[in-house]
Every structure is written in C-alpha cells, then in structure tokens.
C-alpha cells in the first residue's frame, strides 16, 4: 500500500515554455502533498505544501507564480514549471500523507527529471 | 529552529558486516517523530524506520533498528548484515508536527563492499 506515482518521470523543454508534473496517491486519499526539488548530490529542498482544495503554501523563496500547485482532489496534485529556464533544471519529487496529523508519514513518488534547454 | 544533522557525507561497509549512521536534531517540541529514508540510485525515496519521540523502546525493522536518544536528540540507524542492495543515499528526517513538514538532513552515501 500507500504508493505514489509521478508522471512523467523525464521531460526535457525549450526555454520558455511550461511543464506539468503529475502526482498521484493510488491506493490511499492523500489530504496533503508535498512537492520538493533536489540538487545532484544534495538533500530534498521542501518547495510547497498543498492542502486539497485550498491553496498551497510556499516556501521562503519559491516563486509561486512561476511554480504553480494544484490539489485539485485527494489523489492528484500537478506542479506547473510556468516560463522554464535552464535554471529550472533539476529532479523533483512529490510526497503525500493521509492527512495532517501529528504522525504523518511521507510517501514519495519516483521523481521528476526536468531538463531544460 | 529545528535542525538535523548528518555528519557523514559518506560510509562504507564489508558485505555481511554492521554499520551504524549517525544523526542528530534540535527541536524543542516535546511530541515529534523521526525517520530514516533511503535513496537509491532509482532516485525512488524508500521509507526505512520510523520512531515516535514518546516512546521508549527503539524502533526495528528486520536488520534495520534504530538508537533514538531523546536526551541527547540522537537518532542512529543500524543496518546488520548489510547487503549490496543497501548501497543508497539514506536521509533522517524530522516530523515538525507544528507545520507538518519533514526537515531532512543532508544525506550519508553508504557504499556496500562486496
């Protein structure tokens, strides 16, 4: 149980346009996900928080209008890469948890490659 | 501010034999929990072992059991007889119940050698 997927797992854009990632819950109802960035060789750097049905909360320094999250029901949460630079390029990954307990355990999806060109 | 701190960038262990990774944290809630994740090549986050902060008891999970000193705020991750499918990126993290985040560590690369 409890298994998250990510879609798709590589893309590579020109500069400037957008990229959608996908995030799904498959066998539980996620009340929160979690999306994350993380560098070669470097720890997961939380990005935002997304509550289904509410908007998400941003870390100090995610641009929200660049990186747009939407939980849209409790199994699926999208992150939209708006205006992709090389920058950008990184792996992102998404976790999500049953619900915002004082318990809740992170299940991670497989992880996005963002290529950008 | 709540901190975790993984001082081995990188451990190595003989096939077979006993490792032990380290991590440590600061927070100043008294109600929390900590985990131990691994990373593989595949990227894929792996949940290894969870320990709830009230209990007492140390949480273990086949050959991966856990050394959690609340007083000390020392949570280390013991892998027996290590085999090569453990070589992976492991990262502790912290459940900060307050903003119901994980706040990780920076990660300690364990090479098996066969």
């Known amino acids: 149980g409890a298994v998250v997927s990510q879609h798709p797992s590589r893309v590579i854009c020109k500069s400037g346009t957008s990229v959608k990632i996908e995030c799904r819950s498959l066998?539980?109802?996620?009340?929160?996900m979690f999306w994350y960035r993380q560098f070669p060789k470097q720890s997961l750097m939380l990005m935002a928080t997304?509550?289904?049905?509410?908007?998400?909360?941003?870390e100090q320094g995610v641009e929200k209008d660049k990186f747009l999250i939407n939980h849209a029901s409790l199994t699926l949460s999208t992150l939209t890469v708006t205006s992709a630079h090389p920058e950008d390029s990184s792996f992102y990954i998404c976790?999500?948890?049953?619900?915002?307990?004082?318990?809740?355990?992170?299940?991670f999806g497989p992880g996005t490659r963002l290529t950008v060109l | 501010a709540q901190t975790v701190t993984q001082s081995q960038p990188e451990m190595s262990v003989q096939e077979a034999e006993t490792v032990t990774l380290s991590c440590t944290y600061d927070t100043s809630e008294s109600d929390y929990y900590l985990f131990w994740y691994k990373q593989p090549p595949s990227r894929q986050m792996i949940l290894v072992i969870r320990?709830?902060?009230?209990?007492?008891q140390n949480a273990t999970e086949n050959r991966f059991s856990v050394n959690f000193q609340k007083a000390a705020k020392s949570f280390s991750l013991k892998i027996s007889d290590s085999q090569l499918g453990d070589a992976a990126m492991y990262f502790c993290a912290l459940y900060d119940s307050g903003t119901y985040k994980y706040i990780f560590g920076t990660g300690t690369r364990l090479k098996v050698l066969a």
């Open positions: 997304s509550n289904e049905g509410s908007k998400a909360t941003y």
């Open positions: 320990q709830e902060a009230y209990k007492q």
């Open positions: 066998d539980f109802q996620a009340t929160t």
């Open positions: 976790s999500a948890s049953v619900g915002a307990t004082t318990e809740d355990t992170q299940y």
